[in-house]
Structures are given as structure tokens and as C-alpha cells.
């Protein structure tokens, strides 16, 4: 019997097991997930991409946002009202992956906030909109070796299974039984828990909707965020490029309708910036 079993190793169930461990050494947790260990995951292929230790960021550039706007970078104010303690609990999970990484010069963006403003007014009279944020930038190759030292750290103090998909979740003697369809060796056994939590990511969105019907659980619709990459000469956005990125491929691409108007919609390349709008250039 285990104190919490935690569908799914993505940084939610990372940082569920750490911030757990912190709290009570002795808890017995079990991670599972349907995906494989990070260092058997094909960066290019299927189901790897977003599957396995690390979740769906494992491959990504770790871009972390430590912003309190809410116009930018999610909707977990909707759930802490406390905007003190949503800063702290930003600054831990910040605090944390600079714990677990080799690499300590890692910069954050958008700190300069003076000359964030002049940008600002700057693009406001070009009607476009800046959105602003504080970005710890980890870059993919560290994102990937922080990763690694969380499992390294984790591996002898909580049970991770990996290639094993949940089927179920049923309360059962004031606790939970979890079925385990076990993907190397094709068969099916159970564990029970304390404790379950769902952290399956938006892989796991079919599964999470069907426990929390049979669970008589409500569900409610929140934002998708789709980014969209639009790319410029180097001139054009000097001086965002200078104070916010260190590295930048540029290229104009016009309207398809309008070709003197270049759609602005676009986060940069290592960057806390994001502009909405467009403009005539
Ligand atoms: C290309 C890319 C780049 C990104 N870049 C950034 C970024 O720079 N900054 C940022 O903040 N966010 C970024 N994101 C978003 C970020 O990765 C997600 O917000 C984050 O991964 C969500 O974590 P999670 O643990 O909730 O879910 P996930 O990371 O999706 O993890 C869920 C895990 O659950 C497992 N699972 C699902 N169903 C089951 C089941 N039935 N049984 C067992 N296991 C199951 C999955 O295999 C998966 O490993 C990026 C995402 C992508 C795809």
C-alpha cells in the first residue's frame, strides 16, 4: 500500500514528488507512466516526444515564466488568489530547477523594466500590445540534464515505473486502486494508495475526462495556448533583440492578404517578450 500514487512524470508529478519528499522523507510514493525513461526517449519519434520522464517539456527550450500578469503564461492565479504566495511558490519551482542544474549562469529576461517600458510605449504607438514577463531561459540541452538530475535524485526515493499506462482509478477502503496496464510485458496487475493524483498532461486529457466521470467529478474548459512563430529582420526589432535575446534567425514574412503588413503576433526566439497585433512597416 503506498501513502501516493501519482499518474504521470511530467513536471507535475516531478515536482509533486519533490516538494512531498521535503515534506516527509518516509512517504512510499509510486510514479507511473505510460511513456519510457528520459534517456530511452527519442527526441524525433511518436509518442516519445511528449511521453516518459520530464512529460511534454522534456525536449522543449525550459522557458520559465515567473510572471503574476495573467495575460501571460497560464492560469494558476485562478486557483492561489494569494499573489504573495503564487510569487513564492514561482520563485521555489525557479529556485528548484537552479538546484538540480550543473549550469549556474543561466539568465533571466525582462528584468530591465525601464527600458521594458519605453518598449512599451514604443509599441503601443505603433497600436501594438507588449506583454512583458520575467523568463528564466534553461535552453534545451540543460532543460534535458535538470531533468536527469531530478531522476537521479529521485530514483532511490520514490517507486517510478515507466511503460505502464492507468486503465482505472476506484475508491476502495477510504483510499484508491489504481489498474496498471504494464506496456513492456502485456499484462495487468493493480496498486493501491492513500492517496491519487492526476497529473497526465494534456496526453492523458481522454483519460483524465473518463476518471473524472466515473468519479462524478466536475470538468471545466480552460485556455489552449497556441504560439506562433513569426520571424524578422534583424533591423526591424533591434533594439527588443538587444536587450532581451542573445540569439535570433530572422526572416519578414508578409500578409498574405496585404503585403506591406506583417503579422506581429510571435514570442521570440530566448526572449520575455511577446507582441500581439500588427503593424504597417
Ligand atoms: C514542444 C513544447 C515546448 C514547451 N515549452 C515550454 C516552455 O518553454 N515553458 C513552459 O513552461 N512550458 C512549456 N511547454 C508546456 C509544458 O511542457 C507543459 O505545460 C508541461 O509539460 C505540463 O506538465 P504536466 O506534468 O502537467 O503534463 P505532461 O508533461 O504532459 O506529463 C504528463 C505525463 O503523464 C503521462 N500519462 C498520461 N496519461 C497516462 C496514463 N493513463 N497512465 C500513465 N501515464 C500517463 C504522459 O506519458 C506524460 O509523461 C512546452 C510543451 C511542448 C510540447
Given at each position: 500500500m503506498y501513502d501516493i500514487i501519482c499518474i504521470g512524470a511530467g513536471a507535475s508529478g516531478i515536482f509533486l514528488a519533490l516538494s512531498l519528499l521535503e515534506k516527509n522523507a518516509n512517504l512510499k510514493i509510486l510514479i507511473l507512466d505510460k511513456g519510457k525513461a528520459l534517456t530511452d526517449r527519442n527526441r524525433k519519434k511518436g509518442a516519445d516526444v511528449v511521453e516518459g520522464f520530464g512529460g511534454a517539456g522534456s525536449f522543449s527550450d525550459g522557458k520559465l515564466v515567473m510572471s503574476?500578469?495573467?495575460?501571460?503564461?497560464?492560469?494558476?492565479q485562478d486557483y492561489i488568489h494569494d499573489l504573495n504566495l503564487f510569487q513564492t511558490l514561482m520563485n521555489k519551482v525557479d529556485e528548484t530547477y537552479m538546484r538540480f542544474?550543473?549550469?549556474?549562469d543561466i539568465r533571466v529576461y525582462g528584468d530591465a523594466d525601464r527600458d521594458i517600458e519605453k518598449i512599451k510605449m514604443r509599441a503601443g504607438r505603433a497600436g501594438l500590445h507588449l506583454l512583458s514577463a520575467r523568463i528564466r531561459h534553461l535552453g534545451t540541452d540543460n532543460n534535458y540534464e535538470i531533468l536527469k538530475n531530478m531522476f537521479v535524485y529521485l530514483q532511490n526515493k520514490v517507486d517510478i515505473r515507466f511503460l505502464s499506462e492507468v486503465c482505472f482509478i476506484e475508491p476502495k477502503d477510504r483510499g484508491f486502486t489504481v489498474g496498471i496496464r504494464d506496456l513492456a510485458n502485456n499484462n495487468e496487475y493493480q496498486a493501491s494508495s492513500k492517496y491519487c493524483v492526476l497529473a497526465p498532461g494534456r496526453r492523458g486529457m481522454k483519460f483524465f475526462k473518463k476518471v473524472a466521470k466515473d468519479l462524478g467529478l466536475p470538468l471545466i474548459n480552460n485556455q489552449v495556448d497556441i504560439g506562433v512563430r513569426v520571424e524578422f529582420w534583424s533591423h526591424v526589432m533591434d533594439i527588443v533583440i538587444t536587450m532581451t535575446v542573445r540569439k535570433l534567425q530572422i526572416r519578414t514574412m508578409p500578409c498574405l492578404f496585404q503585403p506591406n503588413l506583417h503579422n506581429l503576433s510571435m514570442t521570440l526566439l530566448g526572449t520575455a517578450r511577446q507582441w500581439q497585433g500588427s503593424a504597417m512597416l
Open positions: 503574476i500578469e495573467r495575460e501571460y503564461g497560464g492560469n494558476l542544474s550543473d549550469k549556474k
